[in-house]
């Protein structure tokens, strides 16, 4: 007998061996119809497969979230069907589930296109209806081979070839049609559902290597049912129309081209706001007691050496070498200045903690198919930050962190902010007593904070366990930014020291701090988040003064010096054009304000506003107008 244990702590025994089917029918035979999979000890299994010892079973209906990945995955295989079935000699290759769905590569002389979507999708309903079921085979390696190499698929031959002589490998079939495939999967096609739709074709090197066939890839989205279709499609929509790279050049904010890869060039109303973004952080930074330095960006080889960055991140740095050969790198981060500033004169632990800030430009290689906009850059600065600080306060030192980072985040607009604690990787450096300090004192002071937190096992840096602050914005998708590690690694590789009050020299503990982040990237968040509707305070024009006629002209000039002189960011529009279209034109651009001046305006000394996204429009006195547009644009820490 064997004793199989529920979810819930109830158990039932079965002789053995039995099945996740016999089970679920064990217990109802409505139960059974509904089951398409198990949970066996954590691990998503076949519903068909049979267990011979005892086990942790949780049966898994269609709607459960844990069956959406085996929703995509056996949408994937149909997929396939239906391109072999209409382009006949085409080639499958590999098709994996991804976030929101799947894709799947394929080797044919043409390439799919648009057009060819809604044929596939077709002709995938017609094979989900037919209710073929999802079997599954163990074939010897010889076997499949034997089998792929006379139906011409040359790529699974590849595959398989790379798998251990004399090991089975996993073969499911849904009719006639089969793939390799390590599974699980569904008892058969009609479980999938109708609510997925093929997105987009891309082309793809085969096993992503650039010196390989090009393949081509159709991306496609599965969901549970019509209903979560939809919203994801809307999700999409909204994405598409909040887009930072189309809103960047409605808005006059930066533009990227082919001689810069990777970097930005800044307009003057984007590099004001960016500007803007790092003033806040230097008063919130002052407030808390930082020093902000400025290091080199271009650092000798041996200092990367010695911090370890050259052996973990070589091929991501940008190197150059001297006519002396000398070899230079741009820093790719501030971590090992720092360490030389500190070490610079002699330190005792009444200098500690020591607090020191940068906004430095760094640089990573990045290769370029992995480029967007200002989310993926190879030229970016952090808000970058170093706390040298003892042992017995990396748990005091960790939770002022936490608590600036979140009182800045919900200056920006972002209420729903989710902590991860990432302790110690299989590979690391630093013994374990360390990391057992480190994790200690980290994981003490994100409970004491309060905030909710959950574990990423394993995910911590190789030098020390850290907190990943990740941001949910305003169409739900979730953005991970700021990060708060404890190092006592890099201070011992580069022989920073204190002197104790026992005379003795001791490491000091390196907290690694970013809140932002890469600024380049939060800006793009922040226009996404926003949709480029920013708070007054945020944005980089705050107010048009637009006329209606040319007798307004002198009038407007006035009417934004004033604003100008009470310290907001205000412009005039006195071009021969009807308000209309000056309206429309600075609402793309998503200023906040409009202040409309015409013959009125001018007599009674008063201003017409309208604000972005609203219909409505108030005249009043320009005093009063200004007066209450100053408060409005005070920015969160200075009120």
Request: with cysteine; net charge negative; proline share 5%.
């Amino acid at each position: 007998m064997i004793s199989i244990t529920f979810p819930d702590g109830a158990s039932r025994q079965f002789e053995a061996p039995v099945s996740g089917l016999d089970i679920a029918n064990d217990i109802s035979k409505s139960l059974a119809k509904k089951t398409v999979a198990m949970m066996v000890d954590g691990e998503l299994s076949d519903i068909r497969d049979e267990l011979n010892a005892d086990a942790s079973v949780k049966l898994i209906m269609r709607d459960d979230p844990e069956a959406l990945e085996l929703i995509r995955h056996d949408c994937a295989h149909v997929m396939a069907e239906a391109v072999q079935d209409l382009f006949p000699g085409t080639q499958v290759t590999i098709g994996p589930t991804i976030e929101n769905g799947f894709y799947y590569d394929f080797a044919r002389e043409e390439p799919f296109t648009p057009e060819d979507l809604p044929k596939i999708e077709n002709r995938m309903r017609q094979i989900i209806k037919q209710n073929r079921p999802f079997t599954r085979e163990l074939w010897s390696r010889d076997e499949a081979i034997a089998h792929f190499r006379e139906s011409g698929e040359d790529y699974k031959v590849e595959l398989v070839e790379t798998i251990p002589e004399g090991e089975d490998l996993k073969i499911y079939r849904q009719g006639d049609w089969l793939d390799l495939c390590r599974g699980p999967h569904m008892p058969s096609t009609l479980k999938i559902g109708t609510s997925f739709k093929l997105m987009s074709v891309a082309g793809a090197y085969w096993r992503g290597d650039s010196d390989n066939t090009m393949l081509s890839r159709i991306y496609a989205t599965a969901w549970a049912n019509d209903d979560d279709l939809k919203a994801y499609l809307h999700r999409l929509e909204e994405a598409e129309r909040r887009d930072h790279r189309r809103l960047g050049r409605e808005m006059d904010l930066f533009h990227f081209q082919e001689e810069g890869p990777g970097t930005v060039f800044w307009h003057p109303k984007g590099w004001k706001m960016f500007q803007s973004m790092i003033n806040y952080m230097r008063r919130r930074q002052d407030k808390a007691g930082y020093v902000e330095v400025n290091t080199p960006q271009l650092l000798d080889r041996s200092l990367w050496e010695a911090s370890g960055h050259w052996e973990k991140y070589h091929e991501n740095m940008f190197v150059t070498q001297t006519e002396d050969d000398r070899v230079f790198a741009l820093k790719p981060m501030n971590c090992p200045g720092h360490v030389q500033i500190f070490k610079d004169g002699l330190k005792s632990y009444r200098d500690l903690p020591l607090k020191i800030s940068e906004f430095g430009i760094v640089h990573r290689y990045e290769p370029s198919g992995a480029l967007h906009g200002l989310m993926r850059v190879r030229g970016f600065t952090q808000d970058d930050a170093h706390i040298f600080c003892t042992e017995d306060q990396i748990t005091e030192e960790s939770l002022k962190v936490n608590e600036l980072m979140l009182s800045i985040y919900k200056d920006f607009g972002f209420t729903d902010v989710r902590i991860n604690f990432s302790d110690r990787p299989e590979k690391r450096v630093g013994s374990d007593e360390i990391w057992d300090k480190a994790e200690d004192a980290l994981k003490k002071a994100i409970e004491a904070s309060g905030s909710e937190w959950g574990l990423n096992p394993g995910d911590g840096a190789f030098y020390g366990p850290k907190l990943e602050y990740v941001l949910r914005d305003a169409i739900g998708r979730e953005w991970q930014c700021g990060t708060l590690q404890v190092d006592f690694n890099l201070p011992e590789r580069l022989n920073a020291f204190y002197i104790a009050p026992d005379g003795e020299k001791y490491r000091p503990v390196m907290l690694h701090r970013a809140m932002f982040g890469s600024l380049e990237r939060f800006l793009g968040i922040l226009i996404e988040h926003h949709a480029g509707h920013f708070p007054l305070w945020i944005a980089p024009l705050q107010i048009v003064v637009a006329t209606i006629t040319s007798d307004a002209d002198d009038y407007a000039v006035k009417v934004r010096d004033a604003c100008v002189a009470a310290g907001l960011r205000a412009e005039f529009d006195v071009r021969n054009e009807k308000i209309n279209y000056k309206i429309r034109e600075h609402s793309v651009a998503k200023v906040p304000v409009i202040m409309v001046a015409g013959r009125r305006e001018v007599e009674e000394g008063t201003v017409n506003i309208r604000r972005l996204g609203s219909r409505d429009q108030v005249t009043v006195k320009l005093e009063d107008a200004i007066e209450s547009l100053i408060a409005e644009a005070v920015a969160p820490d200075q009120v």
